[in-house]
């Protein structure tokens, strides 16, 4: 076998007659299989042993010669060879074919490649491939026309009248002589000079021609093999045949489209040694050709060949194509052994890195490892032994399992997998039971509950495999989400309530108002019920030397409760006291005002002061993000821990509950009701005088159910007290919102229909007072709807994200930096009034390009070159800047990727990026796995088109990111200039828009219901819109340039997640958008080699123009096109990538006729052959390394590694190289 790491791309092209020959082991004359009384395969049939190999390993068929000594000997018997019986997996044979036969690809695929190389239209060549007309290969001096067809009839009359001075055929021979008699290098030099003059539908006849004709010339493939002298024969063993329990067979499809192919071609032979009628012999050709056809893509062409039960037969295309096919099934998703998949439960007890595995499901996944150290320790005497003694469990087994897994860990992965949180790796601690125990703030990022989940557990086997999980893929380093960087590991639930009523304040609870020298007092005090976490206390400062207290008070004594001060203990000892929930406090002291002036009386301040807020989840969440960035991820792991253990206890010890009577009820309720049927009655009214449409009652009566709706929320909301424990689970963040409570208490509201609208009748009453049957009734339509909804949108939103992967798979942080000058101007987005993403967010992560200066003392605020965090982002904002020139992805010259620079933080580590992160992969998951967040809802007006018909959610991000021609779609003007004139026509139901530019004036129509967004007199730049709505990207990159389409997929894509609160780095999107901007449309050739109206990658573009220039030449002129990211995946440089991806069959033929060769340089195309991927690890800087790190025991338990530490020291060591070289 080929070792896989050894090459560096692949080329794939059409097999000639000899080449097929070349890989054959003989010729398979019969139809038989196997015979069916010894199951011994049959001499020269589809299974045949001196062909595809031995069916037992090193043993011929006679049984003369057995066993490996013999290896490679031929049976002088039975003529195997005796060798592995794995060559059967291997081994080719083929079919003679007794005339020639059309391959259908090549023939029927759009375009068709024949045809086009014969310029013969498609229905021609059908007629003459399947014997229905003649075809004039030699005119010879007769008044026929080369390639002209002839019926029967035709055909005689001709021969009658010319006789032998001309000659036509018939069936795939035909092809195959016009195809020898083309000359390629003759027909491009004649389509060149065409190419000239032409214009219009000839013109696109000829670029397609010349196209397939070029690449013919360029791959060295011969047009006249795609049609075939032979067949190949795949081997055996991937067309397999196993017997069945009842003595029957099953057997792969191709075994019985093989068969009917021998069957038909010794048929053939036979009539043609008998010299049968020409009428007999067409008809059996044809019955060959249509055999062939069926076995290559069965059901391409007329009705497919069935097998039992009217079930089509799947051929060799069936075979590639699709989600069961080869490449999605086997070469993108293989199966691996060392895992299991059990139910997941909740075990609060381990730590942030744990998981916990069941025993027997742990002894089974580490098994070899166990064998070994039974053997190594001498407790059994080889590894038969000891696999006994597992088998029978004995109780030695258990102490050797323990120490197996102490230095191993495992990784845990739910399905769905939708970002690459999905899979981490965890230590494996043994508990009973058969279920994997999770620890609950894991929870978050695999979206997992514990109603029944399942989540299966992998093992890493190899030593870097080990190192690998333990290094990147530990969960403690998953503290940030890949998708915004703000923490994934967010307490929620029991966490938040604990750590909110244990950070409560009330007013005169016990012992208020005593002060306390030291932590430790006030925890006696408590143990003696002095005091209570709520109340409110006095502490010296200089009890916690470590913390930074504000200049003048580290002796002062401040206030605080008893419980925010248990809460603060949790915290790193340098870190600031937490007294108040607010940012401000996360990253200063104490504010002064809680500090008790000299003399001043604890008791009085405390009358006089508000009582400070508790803790909330979005606050808990802040300040694991504050420990993460002060002090990385060890000591986060460990405050996550603390965190989750203290808000458990105190949940528990709080007592808090909830039962009906925590539910309030509000007395008018009933009045509020009564009052909106009033306004309902009369709208009712109106619409039966004709006033109003019924559309116009329905949405007025769904807009008066609605503020009724409202008018009792408020009323609740208004009533409920702090103390109450609904409040404070909805307050703290823990669980549920102020809807819940309208439903608990007030009324359900309005439900939905199964049509997508709102039914009219409400429901009035509450859960609490119950459901009459009609409202249950009607509830059950909403829940059915909300059921079905969300099935359909993780659909869409997962073939989006496949879509998204595949067009970017292969972005790769290829170098450190690309050397660009230019840069990408940013500035917050807004729609209208509204803020849909400011400046800061768009600013922190990213490397400026060039230095930013105070808009008032003209100051640098921050120099070019510099990766913005987040206080010089602020302190940027706070300056007033409102835009800054960053780098980009969109502006980086990386080829094949992006450097580090344009592409700034990491923001799953919050350091920079690294070389080789597969940022592409992140970005698709970072838009698609929120994409189950979004709406399935296109909002519409009515029906009118007009500013607010505009396609919102998860449909908005597929129109823009497949480039589509949008829904409410706006006019865009082509000039810069002014608004001269704005004139409506009655008549034609339209108003003109004129612009006046600068050297010409252009007049637009829009339609009458379009809302104008200019006035006269306004000034407009090309590209602006004119009237409300959609841009549609296609116009704007044709109208303006490929940065500015960039830059508004990029807004769009952003106002389309920011509207459902889905917050995206802008990083992401700029990957997707510059991958749909790659290729560009040439105009004219100039003196270059490239056709007219080709795609070529912009990268290839300018290395052709560059070569042209230096020699002097003309250079091409081309245009920037945008593709949708499914035409963006599908026209990629590697046919791999593209051929697994959609369209197999397509691809495949369009790359083998020109001789693809895939440079491999993506993720997927090297999954595909099995080679390790160039990206992380895999590239080849750190493919070289070797692991060597000599760490003491008690340091191992502490240090986590990263990346970066590597790098260093592989810095280092070269530096120490080239010093060595330079002495």
């Not at 006030?522 to 930074?548: F, Q, V, W």
Request: charged letters at 30%.
């Amino acid at each position: 076998m080929i070792d896989v790491n050894k090459f560096e791309s692949m080329q794939i092209g059409l097999a000639s007659p000899n080449k097929i020959r070349s890989w054959s082991y003989g010729e398979v004359k019969k139809p038989e299989t196997i015979n069916y009384r010894t199951l011994k395969p049959e001499k020269d049939g589809l299974f045949d042993e001196r062909i595809f190999g031995p069916t037992k390993d090193w043993s011929c068929a006679c049984g003369k010669y057995k066993g490996i000594r013999y290896r490679g000997i031929v049976c002088d018997r039975c003529g195997v060879e005796v060798t592995s019986a794995k060559v059967r997996r291997e081994r080719m044979g083929h079919i003679e074919l007794a005339a020639p036969v059309s391959h259908i690809w090549y023939f029927k695929g759009i375009p068709s490649r024949m045809g086009l190389v014969l310029d013969i239209s498609p229905r021609a060549l059908e007629e003459v491939i399947y014997f229905a007309a003649y075809i004039v290969i030699d005119a010879g001096d007769t008044d026929l026309e080369d390639k002209q067809l002839l019926t029967e009839a035709e055909y005689r009359e001709k021969k009658a009248k010319f006789g032998n001075r001309f000659e036509a055929k018939m069936g795939a021979e035909a092809v195959k002589e016009l195809l020898e008699q083309v000359d390629i290098d003759k027909e491009v030099h004649d389509l060149k000079e065409e190419l000239k003059t032409a214009t219009g539908q000839k013109r696109t006849r000829a670029i397609r021609r010349l196209d397939i004709l070029d690449a013919f010339k360029n791959s060295g493939n011969k047009p006249s093999w795609m049609v075939m002298d032979c067949i190949p024969v795949i081997p055996p063993d991937l067309r397999p045949m196993v017997q069945l329990d009842g003595g029957r067979f099953a057997t792969s499809d191709l075994n019985d489209l093989y068969r009917r192919v021998i069957n038909r071609n010794n048929r053939l032979k036979r009539l043609l040694d008998l010299n049968a009628p020409r009428i007999i012999v067409q008809n059996e050709k044809r019955m060959l050709q249509e055999a062939v056809d069926a076995l290559i893509d069965n059901g391409r062409r007329g009705r497919p060949v069935v097998g039992p039960g009217n079930r089509p037969l799947k051929s060799l295309s069936h075979m590639l194509k699709g989600k069961q096919g080869r490449f999605r099934q086997n070469l993108l998703g293989k199966r691996v052994d060392y895992s299991g998949r059990s139910v997941i439960d909740v075990s609060p007890k381990l730590k942030f890195y744990q998981c916990g595995v069941p025993r027997p499901m742990a002894l089974e996944l580490f098994k070899p490892f166990v064998m070994h150290e039974l053997v190594k320790r001498g407790l059994a005497s080889n590894i038969k032994n000891a696999k006994r003694k597992i088998d029978r469990e004995d109780d030695d087994i258990w102490d050797i399992l323990e120490d197996v897994i102490k230095e191993r860990p495992v990784l845990l992965n739910r399905a769905p997998t939708l970002h690459r949180l999905g899979i981490q790796a965890f230590e494996p601690v043994l508990v009973p039971g058969k279920s994997i125990r999770l620890h609950p703030l894991a929870c978050e990022a695999y979206n997992a509950d514990f109603d029944g989940d399942q989540m299966a557990i992998h093992v890493p086997l190899s030593d870097e495999a080990v190192a690998e999980s333990r290094l990147l893929m530990l969960a403690a380093h998953h503290i940030l989400a890949p998708k915004d960087g703000k923490p994934i590991v967010t307490p929620s639930q029991d966490i938040v309530l604990g750590n909110y009523w244990l950070t409560q304040a009330e007013r005169g609870r016990e012992g208020e108002g005593m002060i306390f020298d030291s932590p430790a007092e006030a925890a006696i005090a408590y143990a003696n019920g002095d005091i209570h976490y709520h109340t409110r206390i006095g502490l010296a400062a200089d009890s916690m030397p470590e913390k930074p207290w504000p200049k003048g008070y580290e002796h002062g004594i401040f206030v605080t409760t008893y419980g925010k001060l248990v809460f603060n203990q949790i915290f790193p000892k340098d870190f600031f006291y937490i007294n108040d929930p607010t940012q401000e406090n996360l990253t200063h002291p104490v504010d002064e005002r809680y500090f008790l002036q000299p003399g001043e009386d604890i008791h009085e301040k405390l009358d006089n002061m508000k009582l400070g807020k508790a803790f909330k989840k979005g606050f808990l969440s802040d300040s694991i993000a504050q420990i993460y960035k002060d002090y990385k991820v060890q000591r986060t792991s460990d405050f996550l821990d603390d965190l989750k253990e203290l808000g458990y206890t105190v949940c528990t010890t709080s007592g808090l509950t909830i039962g009906v009577e925590d539910i309030p009820t509000i007395t008018d309720k009933d009045d509020i009701v009564a009052e909106a049927r009033k306004k309902v009655d009369v709208v009712s009214k109106q619409y039966r005088r004709g006033l109003i449409t019924d559309e116009e009652r329905h949405d007025r009566v769904i807009s008066i159910w609605n503020n009724c709706k409202d008018i009792v929320q408020n009323e609740i909301a208004q009533i409920h007290a702090p103390r109450n424990p609904i409040t404070i689970m909805a307050d703290s963040g823990a669980r549920g919102n102020i809807s819940n409570f309208t439903q608990l208490a007030g009324m359900r509201g309005l439900m939905a229909a199964p049509n997508g609208g709102m039914m009219e009748i409400p429901v009035t009453s509450n859960f609490r007072e119950g459901l009459s049957v009609l409202e249950m009734f009607m509830s059950t339509h909403g829940a059915r709807k909300g059921m079905t909804d969300t099935a359909l949108k993780t659909a869409n939103s997962g073939y989006l994200t496949r879509r998204l992967v595949d067009v970017a798979q292969d972005v790769i942080i290829r170098e450190e930096d690309c050397g660009t000058d230019r840069g990408l101007t940013v500035h917050a987005i807004t729609e209208g009034d509204e803020m849909i993403e400011p400046l800061f967010d768009r600013l922190v992560g990213r490397y400026t390009s060039k230095s930013v200066y105070d808009p008032e003392t003209h100051e640098v605020i921050c120099p070019a070159d510099v990766l913005m965090d987040e206080d010089m982002a602020h302190k940027i904002v706070d300056a007033g800047v409102t835009e800054v020139t960053i780098r980009s992805v969109f502006t980086c010259n990386t080829q094949h990727g992006v450097c580090k620079k344009c592409y700034g933080m990491n923001l799953a580590t919050g350091d920079d990026v690294e070389v080789g992160e597969a940022v592409g992969t992140v970005a698709a998951q970072s838009i698609g796995e929120p994409g189950t967040q979004l709406t399935m809802r296109n909002f519409h007006n009515g029906g009118v088109a007009g500013a607010a018909d505009i396609t919102q959610g998860l449909p908005r991000v597929q129109e823009l990111f497949e480039a589509r021609n949008p829904k409410g779609r706006a006019t865009i003007s082509e000039v810069t200039g002014e608004i001269t004139s704005i004139e409506e026509d009655p008549a034609e139901h339209t108003r003109q828009i004129t612009v006046k530019g600068q050297t010409d004036t252009r007049t637009y129509d829009v339609p009458y219901t379009a809302s104008v967004a200019v006035a006269e007199g306004d000034h407009v730049v090309r590209g602006d819109k004119l009237t409300l709505g959609s841009i549609d990207p296609k116009e704007l990159i044709r109208v303006r340039d490929a940065l500015t389409t960039e830059k508004y997929i990029l807004s769009e894509i952003q106002k389309a997640y920011r509207m459902q609160g889905v917050e995206i780095a802008d990083k992401h999107v700029e990957v997707m958008a510059r991958q749909m901007l790659q290729k560009v449309r040439i105009l004219d050739p100039g003196e270059t080699d490239i056709l007219p109206g080709e795609l070529m990658d912009i990268g290839e573009f300018k290395a052709r123009n560059r070569e042209v220039i230096i020699s002097g030449g003309i250079p091409a002129t081309a245009q920037s096109v945008i593709l949708g990211i499914t035409k963006a995946a599908l026209e990629t440089n590697s046919f791999l990538s593209a051929a697994s991806f959609q369209e197999t069959t397509r691809v495949l033929t369009d790359a083998s006729i020109r001789g693809k060769n895939d440079p491999l340089l993506g993720l997927k195309e090297n999954v595909i052959i099995g080679k390790i991927i160039p990206a992380g690890t895999g590239m080849p800087v750190y493919r070289e390394m070797e692991p060597k790190v000599d760490v003491p025991e008690d340091e191992k338990k502490k240090s986590v590694y990263s990346i970066a530490d590597i790098e260093k020291k592989l810095a280092a060591a070269d530096a120490e190289k080239d010093k060595g070289s330079a002495d």
